[in-house]
């Protein structure tokens, strides 16, 4: 029985109100009157299902007027709605959804704020089979008495089930103070502290040492530097390291702060998407966009993926690895999910645009080195979809500690038709389907470009090992079959027109795509 299950899902949307109808695979939104505008975070219940945070919107002309958070709980194996909460609100939190570790049932946390009431805490509990909560039962802490910008964008649920929240009040001086909190579940107000020097929104924040428990925060500060805080167990900071700017001529700018992760690469930020996770071994992993050569050279840039391994406390890089397959411009590489399994293993989630207008997702596992174990891709606009960048993943770990489930939430843009709803796949612990519902989707190898001219190139995971490349015309008939040199498939012989290339396996796996010759 494989043991570890990977569970992709995509709400799907347009801009239009009304729902039509969609395809098999896709569930039916309950509130078809509002088209997704942002996925936030979602959550893998005790009984499998999936509970999402949508935050949805009304179109008003060229706007998107948001009234609200949607909370989806869909069956994974009846591939439906199970139960929907519609949550009326002009200025949405961001909620964390999470299982309850003091119990059964699950949490839903938010910091909700106003110029009256000050800022505060609300955690919520609702059952597993159903998303029913009673406000009259909700633990609400008070943090303080002023209003916070926005809402919070980082709670964190550490080792001791404690809370751990960061919000930030605006200053006289136009800057910005970020306040860290640390509530019980009980709602009990532990520790609240303010922490210094801080201009931009920290971005990111996790924990590194559970005695006594560590937590570090990454920001940007007023000179563009990258800035890593090290935060203790009372949030005294402890240590600091800046990383200092560095902009040369063949460098694009993705942000204004840059980390070096070799002579040719950099990273964007954090505010590029940048996402960290901390190893077994106590080392940062950084998951970010890089780039090489000028942005004013459009057409010769190289953009992708990058994942480096620093040790935490000299910043000295231990391991490298790029994920970039197609060149030429593509749009930033957007991390949407970054996590460490309990056996070191890591996985992530990115999509791109590549130079070929062809939306991509890429699930890819990695071990503790950063040796890449498997890769699959995910061509959303084959099957006209666009994939969207707002996309949430999670990894989740049963109670057992045996089993690792692994599923991504997010929404696209039909090209082709009013929908609204959710399209999802499952992937196990070695890359494929184990259910078969997504094998539609899922490759593993990518191929471009596509329309092609006389030569098409694939390139693999390193866990296949191809057999054999056929091109099928429209009516079936072989037009041309190659079983060596696999990396690049010659089409100058054949007429313009669309064909079905069918790529076979060593393990006798099969797989078949659409390719248009011009």
Known sequence: MRKHIFSWLLVLATIYAQ???????????????????????????????????????????????????????????????????FIANSNPPFYMLARNPLGDGNLRVNVESDANNGTAVRISHFPDYDLNINPAEDVVVQLCDTFALGYSNSILMDRRNDLILKYYTENLDSSYTC?????????????????????????????????????????????????????????????????????????????????????????????????????????????????????????????????????????????????NDQPGPSTEARCLGFQKASNGDIYIVFRETTPYNKPTMTAAKLDRNLNLI????????????????????????????????????????????????????????????????????IRPYAFYPNPVQDQLHLQYSPDVQPACIELFDLQGRLVSKQSQGLDNIELQGLAPGQYVMKVTMEDGKTYTDKVLKE
């Open 19 to 85: 729902a039509q109808e969609v395809s098999m695979g896709f569930i039916p939104s309950y509130h078809p009157s509002y088209p997704v505008f942002n996925i936030v975070n979602a959550v893998q219940q005790h009984n499998g299902d999936i509970v999402s945070n949508v935050l949805v919107a009304n179109v008003e002309g060229n706007n998107a007027v948001v009234v609200g958070n949607n909370f989806y709980k869909a069956s994974p194996v009846a591939l439906q709605y199970t139960d929907s909460l």
């Open 179 to 323: 306040h860290i909190s640390r509530v019980g579940l009980d709602g009990t107000l532990k520790h609240n502290t303010v922490l210094p020097q801080t201009q931009n929104f920290l971005t990111t924040m996790g924990e590194f040492d559970s005695q006594p428990s560590s937590y570090f925060q990454w920001t940007s500060n007023e000179d563009g530097n990258l800035m890593l805080y090290v935060i203790d167990s009372l949030f005294n900071v402890t240590n600091y390291l800046v990383v200092n700017r560095i902009l040369e001529d063949n460098i694009y700018e993705f942000d204004s702060t840059y980390i070096q992760v070799s002579e040719e690469f950099w990273f964007g930020n954090s505010n590029s998407y940048g996402t960290f996770v901390i190893s077994d071994e106590g080392d940062l992993l950084v998951a970010a966009p890089y780039t090489r050569d000028s942005a004013f050279v459009y057409d010769n840039r190289e953009t992708g993926l990058a994942v480096a391994r620093y040790d935490l406390r000299t910043m000295q890089q231990k391991a490298l690895i790029h994920f």
């Open 374 to 441: 498997w890769r699959r891709y995910c061509y959303e606009q084959s099957y006209g979809y666009d994939p969207s960048t707002s996309v949430y993943s999670s990894i989740l770990n049963d109670d057992d500690g045996s089993e690792i489930g692994m599923f991504i939430v997010g929404y696209a843009i039909n090209l082709n038709q009013a929908g609204v709803g959710i399209f999802h796949f499952f992937v196990s612990d070695d890359g494929y389907d184990e259910i078969h519902e997504g094998e539609t989707f």
